[in-house]
């Protein structure tokens, strides 16, 4: 029997990998994708991944948080193949490209135990800023509110912000949080509480039991069907970001991510789907 060398062993194993449908590179190989960002976009991002990964079982999806402003970082600085941005794109943000998946909007929470039922724009203000800071002042129970505020650097503060026309110096808060989910467990367990995350969130925790409500904002409810609808005020799409055009894997996962046969798992996460055709 003829012995193969080395060389030619490597040679007619590499023939015989190439004949089963195997290559060293393009969509045959194991392929990874970065995703970094928005934590109000990372649980959609990550079900979207796993979906993918299920078909293209070569692929690896890594989801990230850490918030819009990493997401916008990240992808400049070529850390991140994908940056997750929980807003539109800033004028200086220009030269990056917004790929929209969902809407959501953004939503004031009390604890589910708290009676006031509604605060109108400067009543958040004054509370926001300190001026207000007893629930008996707005119509509630005689207790010292807790003003939950964002972290820097998430998109969530930079709407809020920007609906109050308030400069985050303004704010005198009690608690600052990340991501939504930190947010939420904040109020739930603080009956004197007062936060601000995502709706399609805050939507789906009220949907599981956790002792969270909405209020309306310019007396329009709260909710994923205003959102929808166009009426709720504080509203905004959820993009995926890259430095320049999409190409191979990263063009092939945000076409997928847009398309209708995701939409079930945006409705999921109670976010609004955006058709792209």
């Known amino acids: 029997m003829k012995i193969l060398s080395a060389t030619h062993y490597v040679m007619f194993a590499t023939a015989l990998l190439l004949g089963s449908g195997w290559s060293p590179s393009g969509h045959g190989a194991s392929q990874k994708l970065v995703l970094t960002g928005a934590s109000t976009i990372a649980p959609l991002a990550g079900?979207?991944?796993r979906r993918?990964?299920?078909?293209?079982?070569a692929t690896r999806?890594?989801?990230?948080?850490?918030?819009?402003?990493?997401?916008?970082?990240?992808?400049?600085?070529?850390?991140a193949d994908i940056g997750m941005v929980s807003r539109a794109l800033k004028p200086e943000e220009r030269g990056l490209h917004a790929h929209a998946i969902a809407l959501d909007g953004v939503g004031i929470i009390l604890h589910g135990s708290n009676p006031i039922a509604a605060l109108r724009r400067q009543q958040i203000i004054d509370i926001y800023t300190g001026k207000i800071v007893n629930w008996k002042d707005v119509g509630g129970q005689?207790?010292?509110?807790?003003?939950?505020?964002?972290?820097?650097?998430?998109?969530?503060l930079e709407l809020f912000l920007s609906y109050l026309?308030?400069?985050n110096s303004d704010i005198r808060p009690h608690v600052i949080i990340g991501d939504n989910v930190?947010?939420?467990?904040?109020?739930?367990?603080?009956?004197?509480a007062i936060g601000y995350v995502s709706i399609g969130t805050a939507e789906y925790e009220t949907g599981h039991g956790t002792p969270i409500k909405l209020l309306p904002l310019d007396s329009i409810t709260a909710s994923v069907a205003s959102v929808r609808n166009g009426t709720f005020p504080l509203s905004r799409p959820l993009n995926l970001v890259t430095r320049g055009m999409p190409k191979g894997l990263v063009r092939?996962?945000?076409?997928f991510a847009r398309s209708e046969q995701v939409h079930d798992l945006v409705k999921a996460q109670y976010f609004v789907p955006i058709s792209v055709r």
């Open 47 to 49: 079900e979207l991944a």
């Open 52 to 57: 993918f990964e299920s078909l293209h079982p």
């Open 61 to 79: 999806i890594d989801v990230q948080t850490g918030g819009s402003a990493r997401g916008i970082n990240d992808v400049r600085n070529g850390v």
């Open 142 to 156: 005689d207790a010292r509110i807790t003003v939950v505020n964002k972290a820097e650097g998430r998109s969530t």
């Open 165 to 167: 026309k308030l400069k």
């Open 182 to 192: 930190q947010g939420i467990k904040t109020v739930a367990g603080n009956t004197n």
């Open 252 to 255: 092939d996962f945000i076409k």
